[in-house]
């Protein structure tokens, strides 16, 4: 009987974010760079048997895209998978998609396939990943918490012009807290925490982070999916040098966050579905915007700037307008110049309490 290749539980969503951020960063990096590297660390067949594409081929549609746009770019690939058979079906699928393509891109393309843990090759992938002229895009979605080492976000980091999508898996540390130690936890969180500090997911979720954000100083963006229970299954996580890459990501959760995306593979999760959860910042918007503002007049673009290009603050473009709306009609600020509606080219101040 010939085996079946479905999505692991979860993978819709991922693949939507996948492809939304994907479909920007494409477009952007080939416009200022020679080379687009992309790698997958757990790169699945390509086409499950369902009909849905995983993620190698969301990455090589957008590298097409952009190549008709850019056509002088190099699009590379690295796809990693320890099964053979998961391996051999992937270079069918993009063999299929190339062959089916136009001429010109499968020119343009160079794929490499690796049947291997991606450690066993990382630190190869990462000094391809730092040429000149190159940036880099990581999709690192492992089986398990225990499977990405620390130290290996922290030196895909290390490039200017490198980015990662992390699926940390915080609830398989929570589940398994009794059997963690302080070795096995500074592999997989990069300090050795005991257990007082594994009380729960969201303690093992911001001190990881934060050492994320002080290891690599980088931005770090992270958005937690869970079930119709509430329960958090894991964080994706958005390391970025660049404030267009979080402004962007920011956009990309905030318009999935708006549906629910159910189980695709499991009759078991057939009726339930996963959700993300756009956090919502300790600080009210208010708070916040106090805190920018002062007793000054400030441009809506500064706010914008601000706020957006701020990892720890969760509100994009859009949101950022609509509070400001809402503080207007409710009398605590006031629009002292431009346009009697709201908006980048506004001037707001805070209004003085009564």
Known sequence: MAEVWNPKEHSQIKESILEKYLAVWYMKITYRFRRAYYVDTCSGPGVFDSGMQGSPMIALKNAFKAWKKHPSCVYE??????????LRRLEENVTNYLSSSEKGFSGAVRIRFHECDFLEQFDRILNEAKKNGTAAFLFIDPFNASTVPFDAIEKAMKGTSTEVLFNFMHS???RNKRLMNLEKTERIMGKGYGQEKLKSVSVIRDSFVSDLRERTGAYVMYYTMKTSSKSPLYDLIHLTKHCHG????????SSLSKSPH???????YAKDQLTIL?????????EVLKNICGSEEVG?????DEIEHDDTLFWTKSSILSQLRDLISSGRIELVAGPK???KNSIIRIAEET
């Open 77 to 86: 690939f690295v796809f990693c998978d320890a099964n053979a058979d998961v």
């Open 172 to 174: 398989d540390i929570n």
């Open 246 to 253: 979080l402004s962007i990501m920011k956009e990309v959760m």
């Open 262 to 268: 159910y189980f695709s593979n499991d009759e078991r």
């Open 278 to 286: 756009v956090q919502t910042s300790q600080d009210s918007f208010y």
């Open 300 to 304: 809506v673009q500064r706010l914008y």
């Open 341 to 343: 509606t709201v908006n």
